[in-house]
């Protein structure tokens, strides 16, 4: 009570007041003092008077003192209040005072600057008024919380309502206010307007969220990856369609797991390149396998990510499937393989047919020279028997020419009853000399195996090939290559097992081998056009695929059985007919003989001769040139002299074919017949359009030429 009555008074009137009091209690001690001196005397006299002038400055110096310190509290209050009052309204943050209600009872300018509203405006104003019914509801609940624990709150979110309507955020803090008897009076806070990083925030969101549709919904797939963790860490949709695998499961994987294993050798060499400091190409293709074992080709783009030291800390990486690019791309190779095969076939039909003429001319002039000594009765028998093992080989020799032809598709396949075990037999003789000595060539062929009715240089090609690929397959190890051939009977289930063949006879042709053996991924594709296991260089992929195709074309059927590092064997199995082959005699006792004039035409020299000496040995006179020009001049003259013309098809200057049209302009009934090596550009049909009799294929055989010969005459 006294303090606050020396607070209204002020120091000097303080000062004055005690003063006063001073000299009164003075003299209140001076009158009681009678009763003093009555009792004490002279002793209590003193007393009385020297009491009051010691207590009465005493007492006013305490007063004065008090008033002083009590004025200089009211100026420091005042300074604090006048300071505490300039940061309120110098801060950009909102200060704010309610009720227990939630009217404002004071704020600092800036809170009026957040709200919008003007300090008359905001003076008493509830807190609601300012607020939606949700966030309204929400901040009743912080301020209840406040109330009942008494703790304050920090950084919850208040979303006020401008007098202009616009929406403002808030990062508000409230604390309770309390009166001096600790009676819960009302709140006070502070409000931070974050209404900018809000919409920054939004904004933000709302592009990350952009980004993230756009990424996932790209028609690339797009991951990043991190190398310190070696983990990808984000991938979008189109890379889980890619691999097949979840984004969870792609998260816990690293972006080698994904490749195959030539691509991750590849992969850590360029992130070795990448760590050391060595540049390399932003841009390149992985083969990779799904989760389902697929394999699919990548074109990859990344962007490398460094750290202050310039070490690569990740990188980006644009995804693109080019699996169909690649196949393509593999399409076109496979094309151009196939184009530079069809020209290699080409170079090598070209040379096969002139390899042909002039190999057929010299077995000619061989088989010729042979046959005349052999139908001399006065010939040793040692040396009978020595010609007829040249007469067996130079035959053998022609039927090699026709595999030639056959094989460039310079002849034409023809089918007739065959021995496939005597194909097998010749097959193994060249075999024997072309593979290496450390492969074992064995044989187990049966006696009086079944005929079929095929085209002999097929048979030959399917054996050749099926036996340098399990050479192949051995390689320069030691190893053994059986060829078997043996009669077999195929019931029903035997024959459903395979649909091209039908149940009966069959002659069954092994093949086997014990080289590395075929992968059984590989064994469904071996038969597949331009599908190969060997290297590039090595192999075009077209053997077995031509192979099937000559034994489906003979109505039969192919299987494989091969074990990893056991070695394969190859089963073909073709239907036996009921038919003779016919045996080629090797001496005619009934040769046809005639008496008819023949001109022969033939550029070489010693097939003239021979010619001219077989014809007439038969019987024939003879004219021979070596010139097809000689030869037209010499009809011309003489167009009557002759009652044949046999030519060669191949000849200078003038061809035979050319040679027969201006003869039968001369004279149209005169019998021509045309010889030849091969016929690649002239076929008996066309010769048989030209109104030419006959068609003899080279090297001459006396049976053959007799015979035709006499055909062609007999038409007249």
């Not at 209050?77 to 006048?82: A, I, L, M, T, V």
């Not at 109330?147 to 309507?165: H, L, Q, V």
């Not at 009086?448 to 036996?467: F, K, R, S, W, Y």
């Not at 320069?476 to 009966?504: F, M």
């Amino acid at each position: 009570m006294i303090l606050r009555w020396m607070r209204k008074l002020g120091i000097l009137k303080t000062t004055l007041a005690t003063t006063a009091v001073a000299i009164i209690l003075s003299f209140l001690l001076y009158a009681g003092s009678s009763y003093i001196i009555a009792e004490a005397g002279m002793r209590g006299i003193l007393m009385s008077l020297i009491i009051p002038a010691i207590i009465a400055p005493v007492l006013g110096y305490i007063f004065v003192y008090v008033a002083i310190r009590l004025d200089q509290s009211e100026k420091a209050q005042r300074q604090s209040e006048e300071k505490y009052r300039a940061i309120l309204e110098n801060i950009e943050d909102g200060y704010f005072e309610v009720d227990i209600k939630g009217n404002f009872k004071f704020f600092n300018d800036s809170m009026c600057r957040i709200l919008g509203y003007s300090p008359s405006e905001l003076a008493g104003m509830n807190n609601r008024q300012f607020m939606d019914k949700e966030n309204a509801r929400s901040v009743y609940q912080t301020f209840n919380h406040v109330y009942n624990t008494g703790k304050p709150t920090k950084g919850f979110d208040w979303e006020a309502i401008e007098k202009n309507g616009s929406i403002r955020h808030l990062d508000a803090s409230v604390s309770l206010i309390t009166d001096e008897e600790g009676r819960r009076i009302g709140f006070r806070g502070i409000a931070r307007d974050i209404t900018g990083r809000k919409q920054a925030e939004k904004a933000l969101s709302e592009s990350e969220e952009k980004y993230r549709q756009l990424v996932n919904h790209a028609p690339t797939g797009i991951y990043k990856v991190d190398f310190n963790k070696g983990k990808l860490v984000s991938v979008n949709d189109v890379m889980c369609e890619y691999t097949g695998y979840t984004k969870n499961e792609l998260l816990n994987m690293s972006a080698l797991d994904f490749l195959t294993e030539e691509s991750q050798k590849r992969f850590l060499d360029r992130m070795d390149k990448l760590f050391k400091g060595k540049q390399i190409p932003r841009t390149v293709e992985y083969k990779a396998r799904a989760k389902d074992g697929r394999e699919f080709w990548l074109f990859l783009d990344a962007r490398y990510e460094y750290d202050e030291n310039g070490m690569p800390q990740g990188a980006t990486v644009v995804a693109h499937d080019i699996t169909d690019r690649k196949r393509a791309e593999e399409q076109k190779e496979r094309l151009e393989d196939q184009l530079q095969q069809a020209h290699k076939m080409e170079a090598i039909g070209t040379l096969a047919g002139g390899i042909a003429h002039d190999f057929n001319n010299i077995l000619s002039v061989i088989i010729g020279y042979t046959e005349l000594i052999l139908m001399n009765g006065n010939v040793d028998e040692e040396v009978r028997q020595n010609l007829k093992e040249i007469f067996s080989a130079s035959k053998h020799a022609r039927d090699m020419v026709k595999q030639i032809l056959a094989f460039s598709r310079q002849s034409k396949q023809e089918r007739k009853p065959i021995q496939v075990a005597h194909i097998v037999k010749e097959a193994i003789k060249m075999l024997r000399v072309s593979l290496p000595t450390t492969i074992a060539i064995q044989q187990k062929i049966e006696k009086n195996t079944g005929i079929i009715e095929a085209d002999p240089t097929q048979i030959h090609q399917v054996l050749m090939n099926l036996c340098t690929n399990a050479a192949h397959a051995i390689d320069e190890k030691d190893g053994v290559l059986e060829i078997s051939l043996s009669n077999i009977e195929l019931d029903q289930n035997a024959a459903a097992r395979h649909p091209e063949l039908k149940p009966g006879p069959h002659l069954k042709l092994s093949v086997r081998d014990t080289g590395h053996g075929i992968h059984p991924e590989a064994q469904e594709r071996i038969f597949e056009p331009y599908f190969t296991t060997k290297v590039k260089g090595e192999g075009t992929g077209l053997g077995l695929a031509v192979v099937q195709g000559i034994i489906k074309s003979q109505n039969g059927a192919i299987t494989v059985e091969s074990e990893v590092g056991k070695g394969s064997t190859f089963h073909v199995y073709l239907p036996i007919i009921q038919r003779n082959v016919t045996v080629d005699e090797v001496e005619s006792t009934a040769l046809p003989m005639g008496h008819e004039r023949i001109l022969l035409v033939d550029d070489e020299q010693p097939l003239v001769e021979i010619g001219k000496q077989m014809l007439e040995r038969l019987g024939y006179t003879v004219a021979a040139r070596t010139s097809s020009i000689e030869a037209l001049e010499l009809f011309k003259v003489q167009p009557n002299r002759f009652d044949l013309v046999i030519t060669d098809i191949v000849m200078p200057n003038m061809t035979g074919e050319k040679l027969a049209e201006k003869l039968m302009d001369i004279r149209a009934d005169i019998p021509i017949i045309l010889c030849t090596g091969y016929s690649e550009k002239f076929t008996r049909r066309q010769a048989s359009d030209m109104g030419i009799r006959s068609f003899l294929m080279k090297p001459l055989v006396m049976q053959d030429l007799a015979g035709t010969v006499r055909q062609a005459l007999a038409v007249n």
